[in-house]
């Protein structure tokens, strides 16, 4: 399986190309997952308090016994945000992960009507320069929500993670993104809670290249830039989504697989409210 190159951080850090979700796993099942998913090749995993997983992708991540060759990423959720609270949520997170640093800390939605994200940026920003974390990103932010943390703290997100796959391809946040160094990562990235992996284009195009319509996904993804993370349950499955480097997509199959667009399947960040 050839590698794919790791992404480079507005911070310096890197980022690999294709990462590992970890939705809806329990603890054991996390723990389990994170392992075999680190033995087929996986170095970024994705994880959130609101899951209720991080004791075992921690536990996970330990287990590997390349726990430093890995990038955990976990999220502060809607109750913790706020100075103090983000900084105290912080805390449980490593305590719960048992690790001492966090590699990608995300704010999991802005929950706008709160209106306590800024405060919360510049509580990632301070666990950032303590070295609690390492990389500091959002989640569902727009381009109004980065806008504003820019204009009111001077630091942009290393990375944005949103809602991403071929009904909903975020054409014009993307664009912004790649104007301002952000990363895109891509959640529900073979579009979950849809029919995508069935759809008759999709299948056709997978049919012509050889391939199945998972890699054919992925590769969209990483031919338009942004990292996939892609939850498989089996094994055999967490293989086959990370062997994606060979196929190239040409410009024509790239522009026909975005033409699926339809809209987004999640909740919209300018009205979503999740604590
Ligand atoms: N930031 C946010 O607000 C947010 C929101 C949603 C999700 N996320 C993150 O993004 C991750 C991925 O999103 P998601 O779980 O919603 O959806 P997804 O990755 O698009 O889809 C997962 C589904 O695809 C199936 N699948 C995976 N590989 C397959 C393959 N090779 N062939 C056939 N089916 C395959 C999985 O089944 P099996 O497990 O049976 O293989 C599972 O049912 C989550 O786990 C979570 O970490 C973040």
Redesign the pocket.
Known sequence: MADLADLTLNDGHTLPAIGF???PLDDAQARDAVVSAAEVGYRLV?SAVNYGNEAGVGAGARDTGIREQLVVTT?VPGRDHGYDETLRSLDGSLQRLGLDRVDLYLI??PNPSVDRYVDTWRAMVAARDAGKVRSIGV??FTEAHLRRLADETGVLPAVN?VEM?PYFAQARLRAFHDEHGIVTEA??????RSDL?DNDVLAGLARDKGV?V?RLVLAWHRALGSVP??????RE?QA??LDVAGIELTDDEVAAISALERGRI?GDPDHHEEM
């Open positions: 979700g970890t939705y994705d999220k999991h939605w989640s569902n993670q796959h959640w529900s990235p073979l579009g979950r992996l199945s998972t993370l892609p939850k498989a349950a089996s499955h086959e989504n999640g």
